[in-house]
């Protein structure tokens, strides 16, 4: 598709999953799903590594965490590398007005990056004060008030996050948890009380979420942005609980994938085949105009965004390093067909991530027993699970000999792809953070 003078909106959302109306869940989100509906919807997106700095980095530059080289949590060191570049300076060096506005968990390596970051105050971060900020932008800019240049707007909201929906004055902004009758409970989390309470909160923040959408959407809307604008809504990785943020799991990689293309090229419908986040960065750039460095590791699917056509990748891969300090290196392949995980220290690999204040003990003695290992119990040094017949991947097939060619053929794709992109676990490599914890801003 050719262009000219394309801006780009690219919002991202903390811990969401897929869990919106548009993607067949029950919870509430009628403006996003709007979006959806009057846009693109790309039903297989998935990260490249399943916990927040790591997958932004990956967001951004369009490589996996070890290339880009923040393989942790920002606030626990965690950076890029100094040599790497982001989405950012190239949009910069192609003269576009860059502007951040919200919460960014890669914050310390894009820190005055930006030609314009909003990203003053922790109440900044706020995702209704993000979006004001942006609002503000975008009203400006058409007032003729900014630089004429065509922008890249990055909105970085935070209520979707354990940290954030916890905190019981912004469950009473979001007018209260959902009733718990209501509540969805994924397949692969047991329906105990406090997963319904943690749920119950994290549905009321994404109906929050969503009400601050609508006022961006309104306000693109508005202002005629629709006519040369290309939106996109994304999140960072899975929810949080069991076998979700955290893991390789479906549940822990899939993302929602929502865009709307300037009006001159806009259709409706589902991009269908695998996606991977470190696809979005070559795309954006594509659909700016702008050139694709050889480094990227992603593949733009701009083509396919503008003409409907299904992406044509065949396999994507992901990869788990460092939540805070602890290396527990693990690299799977998903197909349309497999998911295969491999740990290279199982023996130090717990089964799933932090709940923060919920105990899952009572919950896990009552019902989980047969169906997850316990918590003291490590992970296979390999899984293999059939994703078309067992969705929340609880069988684990790799020891099966019938399916030994599927393990020894996803084993040596891994092993190719390890090797392309030069994995420091080839050389039995332990990363380190470089810089001092904490969240400063």
């Not at 706020?126 to 900020?133: G, M």
């Not at 040094?381 to 684990?396: F, K, R, S």
């Not at 790799?398 to 992109?421: C, G, N, T, Y």
């Not at 030069?422 to 380190?432: A, F, H, M, S």
């Amino acid at each position: 598709m050719k262009t000219s003078r394309l801006n780009i909106i690219q919002i991202v959302c903390h811990d969401l999953g897929r869990h919106l109306g548009c993607y067949g869940s029950k919870v509430r989100s009628p403006h996003l799903d709007e979006f959806a509906r009057e846009g693109v919807l790309a039903p297989q997106a998935f990260c490249a590594s399943a916990v927040c700095s790591p997958s932004r980095g990956c967001l951004m530059t369009g490589q996996h965490a070890t290339t880009h080289g923040m393989v942790g949590l920002a606030h626990f060191g965690w950076n890029l590398a100094p040599d790497v570049r982001t989405l950012v300076d190239e949009f910069n060096d192609g003269g576009f007005l860059t502007v951040h506005c919200g919460f960014q968990h890669e914050r310390h390596a894009l820190k005055n990056r930006y030609a314009r970051d909003t990203q003053t105050s922790w109440a900044a971060c706020h995702t209704e004060n993000a979006i004001s900020d942006a609002i503000e932008f975008l009203e400006s800019y058409r007032a003729g008030t900014e630089n004429d240049a065509p922008f890249y707007l990055n909105i970085g909201t935070t209520d979707v996050h354990q940290s954030v929906w916890n905190k019981a004055e912004r469950v009473e902004l979001y007018g209260g948890a959902a009733p718990h009758e209501d509540i969805e409970i994924p397949a692969f989390l047991p329906d105990e009380p406090p997963i319904r309470e943690m749920m119950a909160r994290f549905q009321a923040s994404i109906g929050w979420l969503d009400r601050q959408c609508a006022r961006l959407f309104a306000a693109i809307k508005k202002l005629g942005f629709g006519r040369d604008t290309l939106v996109v809504f994304t999140t960072d990785h899975g929810i949080a609980g069991m076998r979700g943020k955290g893991t390789l799991y479906d549940a822990g990689l899939e993302t929602a994938l929502l865009m709307q293309l300037p009006q001159e090229l806009a259709w409706r419908g589902r991009l269908d085949g695998l996606i991977s986040n470190i696809d979005i960065a070559p795309t954006l750039l594509e659909a700016a105009g702008l050139p694709i460095p050889s480094r990227m590791q992603g593949r733009s699917f701009w083509h396919e965004l503008g003409s409907g056509e299904p992406i044509p990748q065949t396999a994507i891969f992901a990869q788990w390093n460092c939540g805070g300090l602890e290396y527990h290196p693990q690299r799977a392949i998903r197909t349309p067909d497999w998911l295969f995980i491999r740990s290279f220290e199982p023996h130090n690999l717990r089964p799933w991530a932090k709940t923060d204040e919920f105990s899952l003990r009572e919950s896990y003695e009552n019902s989980l027993y047969e169906l997850w290992p316990p918590p003291t119990q490590t992970r296979p040094e390999i899984e293999l699970y059939n994703v078309q017949n067992d969705p929340i991947q609880t069988q684990n097939l790799a020891l099966k000999s019938e399916f030994a060619p599927v393990v020894a053929d996803l084993e040596a794709q891994i092993s190719r792809w390890m090797h392309e992109v030069n994995d420091p676990v080839l050389r039995g490599e332990t990363p380190v953070p470089t810089q001092e914890t904490g969240f400063g801003l």
